[in-house]
């Protein structure tokens, strides 16, 4: 099998939260994560954004940059990246490979995302990566990234209620299980604005954690205010300020440990970040087309403040569609708000976990199934169409078209 037959097969394909299975196969590859420095996230919303700014800046700072995300839009690649390079087809066979040889030996059993924190921590340390900005899969306290030991910082975003079969019912059990990543003695960064302060204050007191509070920073119309002084930043939303704050907070700390990040560096960073398929816009035969992934509630609530702000009063037409374990009706509660005269068209995308359409109208009645999102972004009959959900189902829908 090649790398993406193993990750997907029916045997890995899954989620099983634990460290036991990553511990046993780091220490088979001689623990490449000890030789390395991370900059750990966690968090319900932003994380992407999060890492995507601290990258951007670090890159430009001059530091070999290493970035593990998940999921991806396109490529499993997209998750292991080294100066904002995928790692190649090729040394991502090799490793994944090497990895499964070893989980198959010892029989380990690793899930998917095992094996590609493992790929992804083994892939930096061959690449000598100064800094590694590392985002948690799920939850925190047990997932897979969660076996390194002196983190530069963690970072813990937006928290939310998401998951909650496997992270708890409250914004105070999941807030407790992403600030698991925090570690005694070392940074631990968050808003004073996180729905979940409260809670990872006191965790983070009880672990050990030095923490460092801010505040989401001024973002609009393509700009934020630092400092006062007004900077081009190149993510759309005032949401987009929290993520900043975080990110700038821990430089501030990076700068204290030995790092050189002059603030040129950051306004150019600022202005240069890309983050796809978050409130991003594309022009498609003269239609404006919105693409965002949202894919939990304060998504939804995020997307629904910036439609308000920005086309308030326009026609909308949303193509939406996200996986079976998504609370889709608190996420249309905001998008589709009553009287609103927005037209919404569900599409059952090809993933093994992905809503499908029956299901989906036991509870919302009111949409229209669609076949060909393509084809549906070409109605001329509004201002705006916004192409909405599951990342996967963005990946699917705008994989040949160009970035």
């Known amino acids: 099998m090649d790398a993406v037959q193993i990750l997907t097969s029916s045997e890995k394909f899954h989620i099983e939260l634990g460290l036991a299975r990553i511990s046993r196969i780091l220490e088979l590859l001689d623990n490449p994560q ?23 800046i670090l890159v430009q700072s001059g530091y070999k940059t290493g970035k593990f995300i998940s999921p991806h839009l396109f490529s499993y690649n997209e998750r292991i990246t080294v100066n904002k390079h995928p790692i190649c087809d090729l040394e991502f066979e090799r490793i994944v490979e090497k990895i499964n040889d070893l989980d198959k030996k010892f029989n380990i059993q690793l899930t998917e995302f095992e094996i590609l924190t493992a790929a992804g921590f083994l892939y930096f340390k061959e690449n000598a990566c100064d800094v ?36 708890g019912n409250t914004i105070e059990e999941i807030s407790k299980e992403k600030a698991g990543i925090i570690k005694k003695g070392y940074p631990a960064v968050f808003l004073k604005e996180n729905k979940g302060y409260n809670t990872i204050l006191a965790e983070s007191q009880k672990i050990g954690g030095v923490p460092f509070v801010t505040e989401a920073l001024p973002v609009k119309n393509g700009y934020a205010i630092l400092n006062n ?69 304060d998504g939804a609530r995020v997307l629904a403040n910036f439609l308000d702000e920005n086309f308030k009063d326009k026609k909308i037409k949303f193509i939406f569609g996200c996986l079976k374990n998504k609370d889709y009706k608190e996420v249309l509660e905001y998008l589709m708000p009553e009287n609103s005269g927005r037209k919404l068209c569900f599409y059952e995308f090809n993933y093994p976990n992905a809503l499908k359409y029956e299901d989906f109208i036991k509870h ?40």
């Not at 390395?36 to 990258?55: Q, V, Y």
């Not at 990076?254 to 983050?275: C, D, H, P, Q, S």
């Not at 999102?373 to 916004?386: A, H, Q, S």
């Open 364 to 403: 919302i009645n009111y949409a229209k199934k669609i076949n060909d999102p393509v084809f549906e972004m070409n109605d001329k009959n509004y201002d705006l169409i916004v192409v909405c959900g599951s990342i996967y189902m963005l990946g699917s829908i705008f994989k040949d078209f160009t970035a």
């Open 229 to 297: 002084e007004k900077v081009k930043f190149n993510l759309n939303g005032a949401h987009q300020g929290e993520n900043l704050a975080l990110a700038l907070k821990t430089v501030e700390i990076l700068n204290k440990k030995g790092f050189e990040i002059n603030n040129n560096t950051i306004k150019a960073a600022l202005k240069a970040v890309k983050w796809r398929f978050r409130l991003e816009f594309l022009d498609y035969n003269d239609n404006k087309i919105l693409i965002d992934a949202c894919h939990n509630p």
């Open 132 to 167: 590694v900005v590392l985002e948690t899969g799920l939850g925190g306290r047990l997932d897979s990234t969660n076996v390194i030991e002196h983190p530069l910082a963690s970072i813990i975003t937006s928290i939310s209620l998401e998951h909650k079969e496997r992270l």
């Open 34 to 56: 000890k030789n390395l420095n991370f900059i750990h996230i966690a968090g319900s919303n932003g994380k992407g954004s999060t890492a995507a700014i601290l990258e951007e």
